[in-house]
T-cell receptor
Framework: TQLLEQSPQFLSIQEGENLTVYCNSS?????LQWYRQEPGEGPVLLVT???GGEVKKLKRLTFQFGDARKDSSLHITAAQPGDTGLYLC?????????????WGLGTSLAVNP | GAVVSQHPSWVICKSGTSVKIECRSL??????MFWYRQFPKQSLMLMATSNEGSKATYEQGVEKDKFLINHASLTLSTLTVTSAHPEDSSFYIC???????????FGPGTRLTVL
């Protein structure tokens, strides 16, 4: 069974603080995606990383894919209340036509003003 | 980016009735689609995968006779929850993948409440 462990599960911080969310696995992924989801809506793709060691930045968000492509992190600098939401990581497997994603359990982030 | 719509966005039904949820890709043809369910503040749980023109592949523990999936065309697929019960209340989300690409596009989800 392929698992993608995501931590922390819940996080409540004050506006302006920094935070990091982690996704770890014993499996190697061909790609890893990060999503953000607001209540009552579908997840919205933030970024896809495909190369080991890759770092991508999206404004105050920094995403990193581990060298071995088994883990990833999402770092938010100077969090704002608008960052509140459920953050999900999902790993893609390179198995023929299988496009199934392996999902982390999610990190529920609350940024308090 | 690609657009996927779901209808209805929310539905309330009585226990024992069947509910059909539609998933449409508005600007691309989807060869592969996934149905997920999600409980509040939890991650997505894959229910089934289907390719256009073939039967859906259900994940372990998901009853195929209860959750009927029809991937009738490259733009429309449906999930029917048959004889719904309160424990089926959840947020159902479809995703679609166009052609040979791996990117999944999410629908906005359908909130099902079974009384």
């Amino acid at each position: 069974t392929q698992l993608l462990e995501q931590s922390p599960q819940f996080l409540s911080i004050q506006e302006g603080e920094n935070l990091t969310v982690y996704c770890n696995s014993s499996s190697v992924f061909s790609s890893l995606q990060w999503y953000r989801q607001e209540p009552g809506e579908g997840p919205v793709l933030l970024v896809t990383v495909v190369t080991g060691g890759e770092v991508k930045k999206l404004k105050r968000l920094t995403f990193q894919f581990g060298d071995a492509r088994k883990d990833s992190s999402l770092h938010i600098t100077a969090a704002q209340p608008g960052d509140t939401g459920l953050y999900l990581c999902a790993g893609g497997l390179n198995a023929g036509n299988n496009r199934k994603l392996i999902w982390g359990l999610g990190t529920s982030l609350a940024v308090n003003p | 980016g690609a657009v996927v719509s779901q209808h209805p966005s929310w539905v309330i039904c009585k226990s024992g009735t069947s509910v059909k949820i539609e998933c449409r890709s508005l600007d691309f043809q989807a060869t592969t689609m996934f149905w997920y369910r999600q409980f509040p503040k939890q991650s997505l749980m894959l229910m089934a995968t289907s390719n256009e023109g073939s039967k859906a592949t259900y994940e372990q523990g998901v009853e195929k006779d209860k959750f009927l999936i029809n991937h009738a065309s490259l733009t429309l697929s449906t999930l029917t929850v048959t004889s719904a019960h309160p424990e089926d209340s959840s947020f159902y989300i479809c995703t679609k993948t166009p052609g040979s690409k791996r990117t999944q596009y999410f629908g906005p989800g359908t909130r099902l409440t079974v009384l």
